[in-house]
């Protein structure tokens, strides 16, 4: 059975800084892509950031880029995004997931076929 479990979500002032950790367990594939999400109330959830099974490839949305970082360490089978100067705007519930091989779907949700259950991330402005 996979689980993700997301971790590290809290409040925050605006210009802080967060660290969300995605721990993963039952994989039966090793180094799998990995992304995260993000949802706000009332809206659809949207791309943040994908890794690379190697982890030396990085994407991230226009909205996010030089203030994310994403990480994995896949010997503790976890995935980690840095978030810095965060804004009122980065508001959301956060979600990491397992992707597939389709790297043409790797910013749209229906390229993960696992996902956590979230953490909530609020920024205060």
């Known amino acids: 059975q996979v689980q993700l479990a997301e971790s590290g979500g809290g409040l925050v002032q605006a210009g802080g800084s967060l660290r969300l950790s995605c721990a993963t367990s039952?994989?039966?594939?090793?180094?799998?892509?990995m992304g995260w999400f993000r949802q706000a109330p009332g809206k659809e959830r949207e791309f943040v950031g994908h890794?690379?099974?190697?982890?030396?490839?990085?994407y991230y949305a226009d909205s996010v880029k030089g203030r994310f970082i994403i990480s994995r360490d896949d010997a503790k089978n976890a995935m980690y995004l840095q978030m810095t100067s965060l804004k009122p705007d980065d508001t959301a519930v956060y979600f990491c997931a397992v992707g597939t091989n389709d790297y043409t779907k790797y910013d749209t949700p229906g390229g993960y076929v696992y996902w956590g259950q979230g953490t909530q991330v609020t920024v205060s402005s």
């Open positions: 039952g994989l039966t594939v090793s180094n799998p892509p």
């Open positions: 890794i690379s099974r190697s982890g030396r490839s990085t």
